[in-house]
């Protein structure tokens, strides 16, 4: 049920109308976006960004300063672009673009239909879906997207490479899913634990499309090799950039090791700044291998749902790592209308959308109370990000027992629309 | 959960429908071992990632201390401070056999005389003609008065003046110099076959009187530092002890630097200036530099005009019958009004000395302390305060001038004094201050090593402290001037010696509050569950249930075959 090409038109030149609409009817909209706590944190903010474009084209080291933590592969690619405080149209048209290109690879994921039908297992409600061009709008129009699309966070270029991936793994084209997985890990660094359950998925994409597939074995062997070359190629090619290896602990370090600790809408700044500091290693060291080892666990328990994995994953992360942006989550909130059919199983729907719902509103309110009007503290704005993942990890819960009642309803038929009781 | 463990049996599968629903159908093998290996990657990522970050991150590390060293130093049995006062007897126009016999005899009656052991002193000759090997000290002797050639050892010189005239023998010492002029009659000279003399015995008793308050405050240091010194403290009378304690109860703790703070209070607009650099110049320099050899000085000055009382105190009384006003004596603590006089504490390094000059309004002067003439006073480990009246021709003028501040500089440097712990005997400046050189040094030395037994106390007692390698390094520092110090006491290099122990103690207080080891001092072991539990319980308690579980059935399926 691929998107037919004048709706499809439509649907792109009103979205893309509409961001730049956006963009011209409120001038002070995007840097007032971007200095909001929920959209910038400090490995996506265009700010930062803007300041390591700075430093990048008066040929001192963007590092210098500890502002910018984003990947040095960026400057020369924004450098071509006019500046954006004078030019902004170029700017804005970039990240448009960026969004609409999203777009289109998570319609080419809804075109595959492999949300409800992979090659070893078929949901029996794979009848109940949406059209891919609804899925699409859902992301196109999300609140969530165009806020995110509006701050210029570099979240939006992560989350293209990542849909990409996706798409290029559902396509089965193996080359140009390990470039894109490369580039969104080289982006954010935690995208790599995508790697097994999208692996999972191109190689089943590989067998529809040719009976006579390698072997499980050399196909992860050559795959793991190619990410790894391609990752290598993209670090090295930064190291030649900024002439030295001090990236690494600017990008990945501040990623794994914390010292910023600007409020965001994860679970991380808080504790940290309570922690005890001869704990924080050990702690940091928990938080990570926390987000890190639901990758082995859910690829093997889901094997036969590798896309569904791969989307509660990208939850997980908007969750659990240390400086998820709302970007995150619309990433993975536009991922979930892909499983349109496990909605009938899902049990907490009103709670998750309630939550969520709330959270959006009283966290902007919440963190104005606490930074400007001085009338609340950082627990106001602490127990709302605690709210906002809450929700979200509803979502993920519930969304995976459907996806397992799911898998019970194909292996029991008998079973079906009946209470079932986990012993 | 009801734990009705699914039958595995084959055979089973055979049962009819509506037995099938009752009980749990039989688990397909390929999911128990999906199952397994699911908890075995939560497993494997907690085992073999997570313990050992926990290994790394949690280690506490803890650099080696001289434990040994640090616990025998504290318990003074590494080093018992001793100090050989080098006293030369110089000028002696006598035959140099007669003048050994002199120094023979005095040395008897010294050691006679002596009671405290660590204090010692050691009579030589120098500048004998006949015996003088080095044309140095001939020179000496041609030179015939001023200081005679110093290697930094010789504590004190006594020269031996023959007169004709006077009461013999008779002594002086010189107030500016560390000699001890010695008058006596030729006739009083010891024969050479008797073993003592009024001369010996009268050059005894004075230098041992000269060195009394000396030894008085040294015997007191030692019977406050820990352990073995105590016994021969005993000899210490109770009012001389009462005495000292009042005395170092007074006086600042000895620091490299100290910095001097001279402030004007008026509560008028008038006087706005005083001409206290000159005076300063004048007064107090001197007296500075005398002290160079000890400690360092920082000096800033301020005037601060309007400044009132504070609420505290009864305002100043007319006295009819002395003509002036006074105030009352138990009001002088809060004679100082710390709440709205800018006398800060400490600002730079080291410990800050205030003085305080007041000078009263011109309707309430002169103003006395009730029931005295004296106007200072001295406030202690603080600094000094004085009221000066102007003389009346000076009460109008803006200005003090270099002569109206002498008294009161006369009255801040014997306030100095007594803040710095400088002993009031003997009259000699250049005595005294070698004698703060080594009471100083003494209880540098002996603060520094309980402050390193106070740190192998930490060390050993609480083994969950880290210790980072900067504390290890200063304690090595710390020992190793410390046995300089000590060596150089014995040797009688006492400037040095005092160097080595200011090193000595600053490193091992650097090691005894390095900042990483506080924070940890109060973190018992106790506090670790509070820290681990909040977290990890609800994480462990999944993985270590469906473990139990899994190990359960296994168990229960082994046996059942």
Redesign the interface.
Known sequence: MALDAKQKAALFAGAGALRLLLFQAFPSLPNRLAGRVELSTPVSSFKRLQEGLYLYTHNVSPYDGGVYHQAPLLLPLLSLLPSASDHPLATNLLFTVVDLLSAHALGQIADTGRAASTRLFTSSRKSIRWSSAAIVAGYLFSPFTLAACMARSTSALTNLCILTAMAKASQGASTTFLLVLSAASYLSMHPLLLFPPLLALLYDARLDRSKSAPSPLTFTVMHTFGLLVACGALLVASALLTGSWDFLEATYGVRLLLPDLTPNVGLWWYFFIEM????R??????FW??V??YT??LT??LRTQPLFVAATLTGIFAIFTPYPSVADAALYLSLIPLFRHLFPLMRYTFLASASVLYASFLGPAFYHLWVYAGSGNANFFYAITLVWSLGLSIIVGDSLYAALRDELDVE?PELRDKEVK?? | MSQTTPPREPTNMSRSATEARKQPPPESPQSIWLRRAVMASFWAVAVFIGLPIWWKTTAIYRADLPLQDMTAWANAKVCKPVFPLRIAVVDAPLPPHDAHHLLRTTQYALDDLNDFSTHHLRLTLREMPASAPANASQQVVVDGVGEPADDGTVALYVRLIPVETGPTPRSQLQPYSATLDVYYSPNQMPSPSSTSSLLATYIARELHGIYAEERAQLAYLLSRAAGSHAAESSSLSPEVAAQLQRQSARAFKYAPTYHLTFSLFTPTSTPSAWDIEAALRQYMHPILESFASITNFTIDTQVQLYASFSPSIRQPEYDADAKAWTIHKEDLSGFINAAEWPLSPSIGKGPTINFALYIPDRDQSPLFVQGSRDNTWLVPQWGGVMILNPPPDQMASATLTKEALAPAMQAFSTQLNALLGLPQTPASLPLRISTLTRVHTASLIFSASSTLGALAQVYQKMPSIPVPDSVAQSVNQSLTHLQQACDCLRDGRFQAALENARVADGEAEKAFFERSMVGQVYFPDEHKVAVYLPLLGPVAVPLVMAALKEVKSLVAALKGR
Do not use: E, K, Q
Request: charge should be positive; avoid cysteine.
């Open positions: 005890f500091d001869s704990f290693d050990f702690f940091l060291g928990v291998l926390h890190a080892s082995p666990g093997i328990r029991r986990r012993i």
